[in-house]
């Protein structure tokens, strides 16, 4: 949550007791669940996904893309840094149907 309002982003947390519901519901597949889920401008946005790689996807509003997701807690991903190392992972967007593709590697 730091990263985005670092960002620019205007973030209200909402602390519940049992995020799999609030997940269910926003359609996030089961395979890219993490710790952290977001509605941004109407999308889901999952896990660690970099600020930087939101706003693309904001300008870009890819057809039929209900959301982002960053699966796991990789070291380098926005609040899992850990000094210089750097491991690489996926965002991957997903459809409400829970097809994924890869959006961009980091």
Known sequence: ????????????TK??????????????PRALEACHTAIVNGYVIEGHVPADVIRRFLKE??????GLAVAGMPIGSPGMEQ???????DVVAFDRNGATKVYERR
């Open 1 to 12: 949550m730091v990263h985005l309002q670092d960002e620019g982003f205007r973030v209200t």
């Open 15 to 28: 602390h519940v007791a049992d995020l799999t519901e609030v997940k269910r519901t926003a359609g996030v």
């Open 61 to 66: 509003r890819p057809e039929g893309v209900a």
């Open 83 to 89: 000094g210089s190392r750097k491991d690489p992972y």
